[in-house]
Protein backbone atom coordinates (compact mmCIF):
# COMPACT_ATOMS: atom_id res chain seq x y z
CA UNK A 1 0.00 0.00 0.00
CA UNK A 2 2.94 2.30 0.96
CA UNK A 3 6.40 2.60 -0.31
CA UNK A 4 8.71 2.29 2.40
CA UNK A 5 12.12 2.59 2.30
CA UNK A 6 13.60 2.00 -0.77
CA UNK A 7 16.74 1.60 1.25
CA UNK A 8 17.20 -1.26 3.50
CA UNK A 9 16.58 -0.03 7.09
CA UNK A 10 19.38 -0.17 9.86
CA UNK A 11 20.68 -3.49 11.23
CA UNK A 12 19.77 -2.36 14.59
CA UNK A 13 16.07 -2.93 13.83
CA UNK A 14 16.26 -6.54 12.42
CA UNK A 15 13.59 -9.15 13.04
CA UNK A 16 13.20 -12.15 12.05
CA UNK A 17 10.19 -11.51 9.85
CA UNK A 18 8.59 -11.47 6.09
CA UNK A 19 10.91 -9.22 4.42
CA UNK A 20 14.11 -10.94 5.48
CA UNK A 21 12.65 -14.56 4.99
CA UNK A 22 12.35 -13.29 1.52
CA UNK A 23 14.88 -11.32 0.88
CA UNK A 24 17.41 -14.37 1.80
CA UNK A 25 15.93 -16.47 -0.05
CA UNK A 26 15.89 -14.26 -3.38
CA UNK A 27 19.28 -12.05 -2.66
CA UNK A 28 21.10 -15.69 -3.46
CA UNK A 29 23.69 -13.27 -4.57
CA UNK A 30 23.74 -10.97 -1.69
CA UNK A 31 24.83 -13.31 1.35
CA UNK A 32 27.42 -10.48 2.41
CA UNK A 33 24.84 -7.72 2.56
CA UNK A 34 22.46 -9.95 4.43
CA UNK A 35 22.87 -8.49 7.75
CA UNK A 36 21.84 -5.19 6.61
CA UNK A 37 18.58 -5.91 5.53
CA UNK A 38 15.08 -5.47 7.25
CA UNK A 39 11.55 -5.39 7.19
CA UNK A 40 10.33 -2.41 5.48
CA UNK A 41 7.73 -1.41 7.44
CA UNK A 42 5.60 0.13 5.33
CA UNK A 43 2.59 2.58 6.39
CA UNK A 44 -0.61 1.90 6.36
CA UNK A 45 -3.92 3.96 6.62
CA UNK A 46 -5.12 1.44 8.91
CA UNK A 47 -3.39 0.98 12.84
CA UNK A 48 0.05 0.06 12.47
CA UNK A 49 0.60 -4.01 11.84
CA UNK A 50 4.59 -4.80 11.66
CA UNK A 51 3.60 -8.55 12.75
CA UNK A 52 2.14 -9.06 9.33
CA UNK A 53 2.13 -13.25 8.75
CA UNK A 54 4.28 -13.37 5.43
CA UNK A 55 4.00 -16.80 5.25
CA UNK A 56 0.19 -16.13 3.96
CA UNK A 57 1.71 -14.76 0.97
CA UNK A 58 5.31 -15.81 0.51
CA UNK A 59 7.28 -18.48 1.40
CA UNK A 60 9.79 -21.08 -0.06
CA UNK A 61 12.07 -21.51 -2.83
CA UNK A 62 12.18 -18.53 -5.54
CA UNK A 63 12.99 -19.72 -9.75
CA UNK A 64 14.05 -16.18 -10.30
CA UNK A 65 15.61 -13.79 -8.16
CA UNK A 66 13.30 -10.77 -8.53
CA UNK A 67 10.40 -11.89 -6.14
CA UNK A 68 9.12 -14.83 -7.56
CA UNK A 69 7.66 -17.07 -5.93
CA UNK A 70 4.46 -19.74 -6.25
CA UNK A 71 3.64 -18.90 -2.88
CA UNK A 72 2.88 -15.01 -3.70
CA UNK A 73 -1.40 -15.28 -3.43
CA UNK A 74 -1.94 -11.79 -5.02
CA UNK A 75 -5.64 -12.04 -5.37
CA UNK A 76 -8.15 -10.28 -6.98
CA UNK A 77 -10.88 -9.24 -4.46
CA UNK A 78 -13.52 -8.17 -6.76
CA UNK A 79 -13.77 -4.29 -6.61
CA UNK A 80 -12.97 -1.76 -9.16
CA UNK A 81 -9.73 -0.95 -11.16
CA UNK A 82 -8.89 2.25 -12.84
CA UNK A 83 -10.14 0.94 -16.70
CA UNK A 84 -10.95 4.43 -17.36
CA UNK A 85 -8.20 7.12 -18.91
CA UNK A 86 -6.43 8.50 -15.62
CA UNK A 87 -6.32 11.82 -15.36
CA UNK A 88 -3.78 12.67 -12.64
CA UNK A 89 -4.54 15.92 -10.77
CA UNK A 90 -1.14 17.24 -9.07
CA UNK A 91 -1.38 19.57 -5.48
CA UNK A 92 1.79 20.81 -5.11
CA UNK A 93 2.25 21.67 -1.95
CA UNK A 94 4.99 24.41 -0.52
CA UNK A 95 8.14 25.29 -2.31
CA UNK A 96 8.11 23.65 -5.69
CA UNK A 97 11.04 24.79 -8.30
CA UNK A 98 9.84 24.87 -12.14
CA UNK A 99 12.24 22.23 -12.81
CA UNK A 100 11.11 19.59 -10.28
CA UNK A 101 7.86 20.19 -11.43
CA UNK A 102 9.17 19.15 -14.85
CA UNK A 103 10.68 16.21 -14.15
CA UNK A 104 7.75 14.79 -12.41
CA UNK A 105 5.31 15.94 -15.18
CA UNK A 106 7.17 14.90 -17.72
CA UNK A 107 7.22 10.90 -16.02
CA UNK A 108 3.61 11.45 -15.84
CA UNK A 109 3.29 12.13 -19.55
CA UNK A 110 5.61 9.28 -20.19
CA UNK A 111 3.38 6.57 -19.32
CA UNK A 112 0.91 6.60 -22.54
CA UNK A 113 4.01 7.98 -25.00
CA UNK A 114 4.34 5.93 -27.81
CA UNK A 115 7.60 7.25 -28.71
CA UNK A 116 10.25 6.56 -25.93
CA UNK A 117 12.60 4.06 -27.10
CA UNK A 118 13.17 1.01 -25.14
CA UNK A 119 13.15 0.18 -22.27
CA UNK A 120 10.33 3.10 -21.61
CA UNK A 121 7.93 3.81 -18.95
CA UNK A 122 5.34 3.22 -21.29
CA UNK A 123 6.87 -0.05 -21.33
CA UNK A 124 6.95 -0.34 -17.55
CA UNK A 125 2.87 0.69 -17.25
CA UNK A 126 2.22 -2.20 -19.38
CA UNK A 127 2.66 -4.83 -16.85
CA UNK A 128 0.25 -2.37 -14.88
CA UNK A 129 -1.98 -2.63 -17.79
CA UNK A 130 -2.56 -6.70 -17.18
CA UNK A 131 -4.95 -6.36 -13.93
CA UNK A 132 -8.33 -6.27 -14.63
CA UNK A 133 -11.57 -6.18 -12.81
CA UNK A 134 -14.68 -8.42 -12.63
CA UNK A 135 -15.69 -7.55 -16.24
CA UNK A 136 -12.31 -8.38 -17.49
CA UNK A 137 -11.73 -4.53 -18.32
CA UNK A 138 -8.30 -4.00 -18.00
CA UNK A 139 -5.92 -1.32 -16.56
CA UNK A 140 -6.08 2.01 -18.61
CA UNK A 141 -3.27 2.73 -21.09
CA UNK A 142 -4.17 6.19 -21.19
CA UNK A 143 -2.47 8.24 -18.31
CA UNK A 144 -2.72 12.03 -18.66
CA UNK A 145 -1.87 14.76 -16.59
CA UNK A 146 -4.99 16.67 -15.48
CA UNK A 147 -5.32 20.40 -13.67
CA UNK A 148 -2.65 21.40 -10.67
CA UNK A 149 -3.39 23.30 -7.59
CA UNK A 150 -0.26 25.14 -5.86
CA UNK A 151 -0.47 25.20 -2.34
CA UNK A 152 2.34 27.55 -1.97
CA UNK A 153 1.97 28.57 1.52
CA UNK A 154 1.50 25.34 3.15
CA UNK A 155 -2.50 25.87 4.04
CA UNK A 156 -1.81 23.22 6.48
CA UNK A 157 1.51 23.92 7.75
CA UNK A 158 4.71 22.19 7.37
CA UNK A 159 3.61 19.22 9.49
CA UNK A 160 1.22 17.10 8.26
CA UNK A 161 -1.10 14.01 9.74
CA UNK A 162 -1.72 11.44 7.57
CA UNK A 163 -5.72 12.81 7.30
CA UNK A 164 -3.87 16.34 7.17
CA UNK A 165 -3.11 15.13 3.44
CA UNK A 166 -7.13 14.53 2.82
CA UNK A 167 -7.95 18.29 4.00
CA UNK A 168 -4.94 19.22 1.88
CA UNK A 169 -7.21 18.10 -1.17
CA UNK A 170 -10.23 19.48 0.20
CA UNK A 171 -8.77 22.93 0.25
CA UNK A 172 -7.99 22.55 -4.07
CA UNK A 173 -11.05 20.91 -4.73
CA UNK A 174 -13.21 23.64 -3.06
CA UNK A 175 -10.36 26.40 -3.87
CA UNK A 176 -12.40 29.96 -4.92
CA UNK A 177 -10.39 30.13 -7.62
CA UNK A 178 -9.62 27.24 -10.17
CA UNK A 179 -10.35 24.42 -7.76
CA UNK A 180 -9.65 21.33 -9.01
CA UNK A 181 -11.66 19.28 -10.81
CA UNK A 182 -13.50 16.70 -8.58
CA UNK A 183 -13.42 13.30 -10.74
CA UNK A 184 -14.09 10.05 -8.50
CA UNK A 185 -14.38 8.16 -11.52
CA UNK A 186 -11.39 8.17 -13.10
CA UNK A 187 -9.31 10.95 -11.70
CA UNK A 188 -5.98 10.37 -9.04
CA UNK A 189 -4.90 13.35 -6.96
CA UNK A 190 -1.19 13.14 -6.43
CA UNK A 191 -0.15 15.18 -2.83
CA UNK A 192 3.51 16.53 -3.41
CA UNK A 193 4.86 18.18 -0.58
CA UNK A 194 8.05 19.66 -1.04
CA UNK A 195 11.33 19.14 1.16
CA UNK A 196 10.72 21.28 3.68
CA UNK A 197 7.42 19.37 4.69
CA UNK A 198 6.63 16.80 7.32
CA UNK A 199 4.35 13.93 7.40
CA UNK A 200 3.90 12.08 9.89
CA UNK A 201 5.92 8.65 9.75
CA UNK A 202 7.58 10.23 6.71
CA UNK A 203 11.31 8.92 7.14
CA UNK A 204 10.78 6.89 10.22
CA UNK A 205 8.59 4.36 8.24
CA UNK A 206 7.32 5.89 4.96
CA UNK A 207 7.86 7.67 1.92
CA UNK A 208 4.56 7.65 0.28
CA UNK A 209 1.28 5.93 0.72
CA UNK A 210 -2.02 5.75 -1.26
CA UNK A 211 -5.65 5.83 -0.26
CA UNK A 212 -9.50 7.24 -0.84
CA UNK A 213 -10.22 10.15 0.75
CA UNK A 214 -13.65 9.84 3.11
CA UNK A 215 -17.01 11.33 1.95
CA UNK A 216 -17.38 12.80 5.60
CA UNK A 217 -14.18 14.81 5.78
CA UNK A 218 -13.64 15.57 1.55
CA UNK A 219 -17.36 15.11 -0.22
CA UNK A 220 -15.74 12.41 -2.48
CA UNK A 221 -14.09 8.97 -2.51
CA UNK A 222 -11.41 10.20 -4.68
CA UNK A 223 -8.40 7.83 -4.65
CA UNK A 224 -5.52 9.82 -4.06
CA UNK A 225 -1.79 9.24 -2.94
CA UNK A 226 1.16 11.65 -1.24
CA UNK A 227 4.49 11.31 -2.06
CA UNK A 228 7.39 13.45 0.02
CA UNK A 229 10.41 15.44 -1.17
CA UNK A 230 12.85 13.50 1.45
CA UNK A 231 15.85 15.60 0.55
CA UNK A 232 16.60 17.44 3.13
CA UNK A 233 14.95 14.87 6.09
CA UNK A 234 16.05 11.46 4.82
CA UNK A 235 17.50 10.74 1.11
CA UNK A 236 19.06 7.63 2.23
CA UNK A 237 16.06 6.51 3.27
CA UNK A 238 13.79 7.43 0.56
CA UNK A 239 16.16 8.68 -2.43
CA UNK A 240 17.87 5.41 -2.59
CA UNK A 241 20.35 4.76 -4.26
CA UNK A 242 20.97 8.32 -5.16
CA UNK A 243 21.97 8.69 -1.97
CA UNK A 244 22.91 6.38 0.83
CA UNK A 245 22.24 6.09 4.82
CA UNK A 246 25.37 6.15 6.93
CA UNK A 247 25.04 2.78 8.17
CA UNK A 248 25.94 1.21 4.98
CA UNK A 249 29.55 1.80 5.19
CA UNK A 250 31.48 2.16 1.60
CA UNK A 251 28.37 2.49 -0.82
CA UNK A 252 28.62 4.48 -3.20
CA UNK A 253 25.57 6.80 -4.39
CA UNK A 254 24.47 6.45 -7.90
CA UNK A 255 24.17 9.32 -10.19
CA UNK A 256 20.48 10.25 -10.34
CA UNK A 257 19.42 10.96 -13.91
CA UNK A 258 17.97 14.27 -13.42
CA UNK A 259 20.48 15.92 -11.49
CA UNK A 260 17.42 16.21 -8.21
CA UNK A 261 18.23 13.83 -6.09
CA UNK A 262 15.12 14.41 -4.04
CA UNK A 263 12.95 14.34 -7.18
CA UNK A 264 14.35 11.63 -8.93
CA UNK A 265 14.05 9.55 -5.73
CA UNK A 266 10.69 10.57 -5.70
CA UNK A 267 9.63 9.54 -9.03
CA UNK A 268 9.88 5.72 -7.87
CA UNK A 269 7.72 6.43 -5.40
CA UNK A 270 4.97 7.82 -7.35
CA UNK A 271 5.43 5.15 -9.62
CA UNK A 272 4.86 2.89 -7.09
CA UNK A 273 1.79 4.27 -5.97
CA UNK A 274 0.39 4.83 -9.40
CA UNK A 275 0.78 1.06 -9.53
CA UNK A 276 -1.27 0.44 -6.50
CA UNK A 277 -4.18 3.12 -7.29
CA UNK A 278 -4.57 1.89 -10.65
CA UNK A 279 -4.80 -1.79 -9.32
CA UNK A 280 -5.98 -1.52 -5.46
CA UNK A 281 -7.66 1.97 -5.89
CA UNK A 282 -10.29 1.41 -2.98
CA UNK A 283 -8.08 -1.10 -1.48
CA UNK A 284 -10.70 -3.96 -2.47
CA UNK A 285 -9.52 -4.98 -5.57
CA UNK A 286 -5.99 -6.91 -5.74
CA UNK A 287 -3.74 -7.79 -3.13
CA UNK A 288 -2.15 -10.47 -1.36
CA UNK A 289 -2.50 -11.13 2.26
CA UNK A 290 -5.15 -12.45 4.23
CA UNK A 291 -6.62 -9.75 5.76
CA UNK A 292 -7.62 -6.35 3.63
CA UNK A 293 -6.63 -4.15 6.44
CA UNK A 294 -3.09 -4.85 5.22
CA UNK A 295 -2.81 -5.50 2.29
CA UNK A 296 0.08 -6.63 0.20
CA UNK A 297 -0.10 -4.83 -3.05
CA UNK A 298 1.48 -4.73 -6.67
CA UNK A 299 4.45 -2.21 -6.07
CA UNK A 300 4.67 -3.59 -2.20
CA UNK A 301 5.83 -6.98 -3.68
CA UNK A 302 8.83 -5.72 -5.84
CA UNK A 303 10.31 -2.47 -3.40
CA UNK A 304 13.75 -1.77 -4.12
CA UNK A 305 13.64 -4.10 -7.72
CA UNK A 306 14.77 -1.95 -10.41
CA UNK A 307 16.58 -4.81 -12.70
CA UNK A 308 17.38 -8.17 -12.94
CA UNK A 309 18.37 -10.14 -10.09
CA UNK A 310 17.12 -7.29 -7.78
CA UNK A 311 16.22 -7.53 -4.40
CA UNK A 312 18.20 -5.87 -0.64
CA UNK A 313 20.05 -3.23 -1.59
CA UNK A 314 20.92 -4.29 -5.08
CA UNK A 315 18.80 -2.75 -7.12
CA UNK A 316 19.33 -5.59 -9.96
CA UNK A 317 20.84 -4.81 -13.87
CA UNK A 318 20.18 -1.17 -14.16
CA UNK A 319 21.65 1.36 -17.16
CA UNK A 320 24.05 3.73 -17.44
CA UNK A 321 23.20 6.89 -19.20
CA UNK A 322 26.36 8.34 -21.16
CA UNK A 323 26.79 10.98 -17.92
CA UNK A 324 26.69 8.02 -15.59
CA UNK A 325 23.53 8.29 -14.39
CA UNK A 326 21.68 5.23 -13.39
CA UNK A 327 18.63 4.77 -14.69
CA UNK A 328 16.50 1.58 -15.99
CA UNK A 329 13.56 3.18 -18.35
CA UNK A 330 13.58 6.30 -20.84
CA UNK A 331 10.55 8.94 -20.46
CA UNK A 332 9.44 10.72 -23.61
CA UNK A 333 12.77 13.19 -22.97
CA UNK A 334 14.11 11.86 -19.78
CA UNK A 335 15.73 8.79 -18.02
CA UNK A 336 14.07 7.52 -14.65
CA UNK A 337 14.82 5.11 -11.96
CA UNK A 338 11.46 3.12 -11.18
CA UNK A 339 10.83 0.00 -9.17
CA UNK A 340 8.96 -2.46 -10.54
CA UNK A 341 5.84 -4.27 -10.36
CA UNK A 342 4.46 -7.84 -9.79
CA UNK A 343 3.12 -9.19 -12.82
CA UNK A 344 0.25 -11.77 -12.29
CA UNK A 345 0.82 -13.64 -15.08
CA UNK A 346 4.52 -14.00 -14.98
CA UNK A 347 4.12 -14.60 -11.14
CA UNK A 348 7.28 -11.94 -10.52
CA UNK A 349 8.70 -8.82 -10.33
CA UNK A 350 8.99 -6.71 -13.95
CA UNK A 351 9.98 -4.06 -15.75
CA UNK A 352 10.92 -2.95 -19.02
CA UNK A 353 14.70 -3.63 -18.42
CA UNK A 354 14.12 -7.09 -17.87
CA UNK A 355 16.70 -9.17 -19.27
CA UNK A 356 14.30 -12.05 -20.06
CA UNK A 357 12.37 -9.61 -21.93
C1 LIG B 1 0.83 -17.77 9.47
O1 LIG B 1 0.06 -18.38 8.45
C2 LIG B 1 0.29 -19.76 8.32
C3 LIG B 1 -0.45 -20.25 7.06
O2 LIG B 1 -1.70 -19.63 6.92
C4 LIG B 1 -0.16 -20.45 9.59
O3 LIG B 1 0.07 -21.84 9.49
C5 LIG B 1 0.63 -19.88 10.76
O4 LIG B 1 0.18 -20.44 11.95
C6 LIG B 1 0.50 -18.38 10.81
N1 LIG B 1 1.41 -17.86 11.80
C7 LIG B 1 1.05 -16.89 12.65
C8 LIG B 1 2.11 -16.44 13.58
O5 LIG B 1 -0.06 -16.37 12.62
C1 LIG C 1 -9.15 7.98 -23.78
O1 LIG C 1 -7.86 8.15 -24.33
C2 LIG C 1 -7.75 7.74 -25.67
C3 LIG C 1 -6.30 7.78 -26.07
O2 LIG C 1 -5.66 8.91 -25.60
C4 LIG C 1 -8.64 8.62 -26.53
O3 LIG C 1 -8.55 8.22 -27.89
C5 LIG C 1 -10.07 8.49 -26.03
O4 LIG C 1 -10.91 9.38 -26.73
C6 LIG C 1 -10.16 8.79 -24.55
N1 LIG C 1 -11.49 8.49 -24.08
C7 LIG C 1 -12.19 9.31 -23.35
C8 LIG C 1 -13.55 8.85 -22.93
O5 LIG C 1 -11.77 10.42 -23.01
C1 LIG D 1 -5.53 -7.42 -20.18
O1 LIG D 1 -5.31 -8.36 -19.15
C2 LIG D 1 -5.18 -9.68 -19.59
C3 LIG D 1 -5.10 -10.55 -18.36
O2 LIG D 1 -4.02 -10.21 -17.57
C4 LIG D 1 -3.97 -9.81 -20.48
O3 LIG D 1 -3.86 -11.13 -20.98
C5 LIG D 1 -4.07 -8.84 -21.63
O4 LIG D 1 -2.89 -8.86 -22.38
C6 LIG D 1 -4.31 -7.44 -21.09
N1 LIG D 1 -4.51 -6.49 -22.18
C7 LIG D 1 -3.74 -5.41 -22.30
C8 LIG D 1 -4.09 -4.50 -23.41
O5 LIG D 1 -2.81 -5.16 -21.55
Known amino acids: MCQGFSAPSPPHTVAPSFTLTLTLTLTLTLTLLLHLLTPVSAWRPWPQNNQMNVTDYAFGDSKKYEGSSEFVKLRYHMGPVLTTNITVHTIWYGNWERNQKKIIREFINSISAS??????????????????????????????????????????GKSLTRLSIQSVIKSAITAKTRPL???PKSGLYLVLTADDVYVQE???????????????????TLPYAWVGNSA????????????VPAYIPNHKPFKSPNGDVGVDGMISVIGHEMAEIASNPLANAWYAGQDPSFPVEIADLCEGIYGTGGGGAYTGQVLDARDGATYNMNGIRRKYLVQWVWSHVLSYCTGPNALDQ
Not at 128 to 145: C, E, F, M, P, W
Not at 233 to 238: E, H, R, V
Request: proline share 8%; charged share 15%.
Open 115 to 156: DAPHPSVAGWWKTVQLYTDQTGANISKTVRLGEEKNDRFYSH
Open 181 to 183: PIN
Open 202 to 220: FCSSVCGFHYFTFPSLVGY
Open 232 to 243: KFCPGQCAYPFA
